[in-house]
């Protein structure tokens, strides 16, 4: 059920391709329709999330936010706020 899910969501892992084993670095892309993840909430990692070209929406447990080319978020471990991009373009 999950691989459903994730349907139009694709990523290459840059870190490991760098040889980073402690820094996780990817690059997803959302077709039209796709979501990056399930809504989740981070206990022991912190994240940071970076739009390179395209826009897409940002649903927090807060609210929404239209992100596009440039602009970033980050979420500090144990905050509990659940996240999760969607790409709402047709």
Do not use: I
């Not at 999330?49 to 239209?66: I, P």
């Amino acid at each position: 059920p999950y691989a459903s899910m994730m349907k139009g969501r694709s990523s290459r892992r840059l870190g490991q391709a760098g040889g980073l084993t402690q820094f996780g670095v990817n690059l997803v892309t959302l077709e039209p329709g796709a979501v990056a993840s399930l809504r989740h909430a981070h206990e022991r990692e912190d994240e940071f999330a970076w739009v390179v070209e395209g826009e897409l929406v940002l649903v927090e447990d807060t609210g929404e936010t239209v992100m596009g080319p440039g602009d970033c978020a980050a979420w500090a471990h144990g905050t509990g706020l659940h996240h999760r991009f969607e790409n709402r373009s047709g």
